[in-house]
């Protein structure tokens, strides 16, 4: 089945710094990449996600790019302010062809004033 | 517009109790998920239902179970409980059953089994 590993586990930015995150996945046939905030207490929301057929998404401060070749996805937060302190998942659909989600570990984002 | 919800929020279960969790999806999807989150495994995938019917199943036990009604509401049901089911349960809503739907979350229903 689907693998997806994400890169780092904790990262700690200044207040205005950029942020990367890092996502790997192993089946090829995979089509969609959505990432997702979670912030304590609350369940995931959705802040960005990409297609197969598209290379780089921007909405704002934040951008996705898609590597399907090597397959990996990366998350980009430009301008950072504290308030984008969460953990931060990526997640890849399955070759089932169904809406299934396979997570990755997640990564904790602290951005310090 | 509403977005997913989920009843109830916190619950405390006994071991060897059972416990439903209910999900109403974002108006117009028909599409119902539910994963398990934990420190430990993260989100894993329990199953997802679409027009009422199974369509996809994770690897869990056989204590866990649910159904989806003709509104496209969703109950997942856990018998027996054991502590290590103590987590998040999360439901998620999307349009249609097949890949590359946004996929939407609900805030989840913690869980915790004594």
């Known amino acids: 089945g689907e693998n997806v590993e994400q890169h780092p586990s904790t990262l700690s930015v200044q207040e205005g710094d950029s942020a990367v995150i890092k996502c790997t996945y192993s089946?090829?046939?995979?089509?969609?990449f959505p990432w997702y905030k979670q912030e304590l207490g609350k369940g995931p929301q959705l802040i960005i996600d990409i297609r197969s057929n598209v290379g780089e998404k921007k909405d704002q401060r934040i951008a996705v790019t898609l590597n399907k070749t090597a397959k990996h996805f990366s998350l980009h937060i430009t301008e950072t302010q504290p308030e984008d302190s969460a953990v931060y998942f990526c997640?890849?659909?399955?070759?089932?062809?169904?809406?299934?989600?396979?997570f990755g570990k997640g990564t904790m984002l602290l951005v310090s004033p | 517009k509403a977005g997913v919800t989920q009843t109830p929020r916190y619950l405390i279960k006994t071991r060897g109790q059972q416990v439903t969790l209910s999900c109403s999806p974002i108006s117009g999807h028909r599409s119902v998920s539910w994963y398990q989150q934990t420190p430990g495994q993260g989100l894993q995938f329990l199953f997802e239902?679409?027009?009422?019917?199974?369509?996809n199943k994770g690897n869990f036990p056989g204590r866990f179970s649910g159904r989806q009604f003709s509104n496209s509401r969703s109950e997942m049901n856990v018998s027996t409980l054991e502590l290590g089911d103590s987590a998040l349960y999360l439901c998620a809503s999307s349009l249609a059953v097949d890949s590359g739907n946004t996929i939407y979350f609900g805030e989840g229903s913690w869980l915790t089994v004594v």
């Open positions: 089946d090829s046939a995979s089509n969609y």
């Open positions: 997640a890849a659909t399955s070759s089932s062809g169904y809406s299934t989600l396979t």
């Open positions: 239902y679409f027009s009422e019917t199974q369509r």
